[in-house]
T-cell receptor, first 114, second 115 residues
């Protein structure tokens, strides 16, 4: 089955700097890669996603890149702000199947210091 | 509009008790998923419904776990004879599509503590 590895487990940056979180996946059939932000005690919130027919997607300060050959994808946050502090999870899914359940990484705790 | 809701938000059960956790998906969402999130970990898949049909229950950790969605809307996850290792946050997610499933929207979760 699919396995998703996520690095780093913790990341501390100064406000205004960029943050990069990387994930690798094992199943070449996976074709949908969402990123979720989870604040303490809150629900995971979808912040951006990418499908395997696209190499990069941007939404304001957030961008995701996908390298299908290497089976890795990354989240880039520019001009970080204290409110970006949270745990970020990457996930992978095979949308060619009938289920599409997500396989999550273990998460990255991002701290943005003012 | 209203998002996914779950109840109760917190549940404390003595070991051996049965519990029932409820999920109200976004109205009209066909797909519904249950995940288990242990402390400091990512969510792990438990089971999936397409309308009222349970198409995948491969993630349920034991036969003490049972889920249903009888009318294709509200779902209930039941855990019988709870054990300490069942302590976790149980998340429900819904999605508007089937087959090539799209975005999943999560509820706030139910934090279950088994003492």
């Amino acid at each position: 089955g699919e396995n998703v590895e996520q690095h780093p487990s913790t990341l501390s940056v100064q406000e205004g700097d960029s943050a990069v979180i990387k994930c690798t996946y094992s199943d070449s059939a996976s074709n949908y890669f969402p990123w979720y932000k989870q604040e303490l005690g809150k629900r995971p919130q979808l912040i951006i996603d990418i499908r395997s027919n696209v190499g990069e997607k941007k939404d304001q300060r957030i961008a995701v890149t996908l390298n299908k050959t290497a089976k890795h994808f990354s989240l880039h946050i520019t001009e970080t702000q204290p409110e970006d502090s949270a745990v970020y999870f990457c996930a992978a899914s095979n949308h060619g199947g009938s289920q599409g359940n997500l396989i999550f990484g273990k998460g990255t705790k991002l701290s943005v210091k003012p | 509009g209203a998002g996914v809701s779950q109840s109760p938000r917190y549940k404390v059960a003595k070991r051996g008790q049965d519990v029932a956790l409820r999920c109200d998906p976004i109205s009209g969402h066909v797909s519904l998923f249950w995940y288990q999130q242990a402390l400091g970990q990512g969510p792990e898949f438990l089971t999936y419904f397409q309308n009222e049909a349970q198409l995948d229950k491969s993630g349920l950790p034991s036969d003490r776990f049972f889920a249903e969605r009888p009318e294709g809307s509200v779902s209930t996850l039941k855990i019988q004879r709870t054990q300490q290792e069942d302590s976790a946050v149980y998340l429900c997610a819904s999605s508007p599509r089937t087959g090539s499933v799209g975005e999943q929207y999560f509820g706030p979760g139910t934090r279950l503590t088994v003492t």
